[in-house]
């Protein structure tokens, strides 16, 4: 019989081999999000609601919008709001409640600001709407506006907005806004709102 001697492969070429895989893996992993330079900059916000379908308070928008702006990123410390067109009794709906709100916002740095420059990074958000008793499109209007009317103050990319408003009309499908944020890698302080005690009843 006739024995037939293979080449013994060495060491180092069979670790390569297995590593191999690992290593193309390793290399298609999808990259983390970009550092990015942010200045905080002042802006002023002037809103007025108007919808057919749902109607809130002046105090029940304002709290609801206030927790927009922090989620979008506002600076808690020094965020300012206040609750305009009150024309009804206190938790009673408004026919064109809105709100004047002073704000910081991070927004990417030129080449020379009065600011500080900051560490930021570009954050996946999808806006909910805190404090709601609706389980359905009720608030599709107010998203809308939210989109329209807000967005455009910070530093946003990557805007989804899924809503099918019909005035007068709930439907079973809530309307979802979904983008990318400019956050700062260290929190922008937990100082109290200004505008707003902490204890204010929340109401639509």
Aim: hydrophobic residues 40%.
């Amino acid at each position: 019989m006739v024995s037939l001697k293979l080449p013994r492969m060495g060491v180092l070429p069979a670790v390569a081999l297995l590593l191999a895989p690992a290593c193309g893996l390793a290399a298609a992993a999808p990259a983390a999000s970009e550092p990015q330079s942010a200045v905080w900059t002042q802006k002023e916000l002037t809103f007025v609601y108007q919808g057919f379908t749902t109607r809130y308070s002046c105090d029940g928008l304002r709290d609801k919008l206030r927790d927009v702006l922090l989620d979008l990123g506002a600076r808690k410390k020094d965020l300012q709001i206040h609750a305009t067109g009150c024309t009804s009794a206190t938790g009673r709906p408004d026919p064109f409640p809105g709100i004047r709100a002073k704000i910081s916002v991070l927004t990417p740095a030129a080449g020379s600001a009065d600011e500080k420059p900051v560490a930021a990074h570009w954050q996946p958000l999808d806006l909910k709407l805190k404090n709601s008793y609706f389980v359905d499109s009720g608030e599709c209007e107010l998203v809308e506006q939210i989109k329209a009317h807000i967005l455009p103050l910070f530093a946003v990319r990557k805007v989804e907005l899924n809503s099918n408003c019909i005035p007068h009309q709930a439907t079973a499908t809530r309307p979802t806004l979904k983008m990318e944020v400019l956050a700062p890698d260290q929190p922008a302080g937990a100082d109290s709102v200004a505008g707003a005690p902490a204890d204010a009843p929340k109401s639509h």
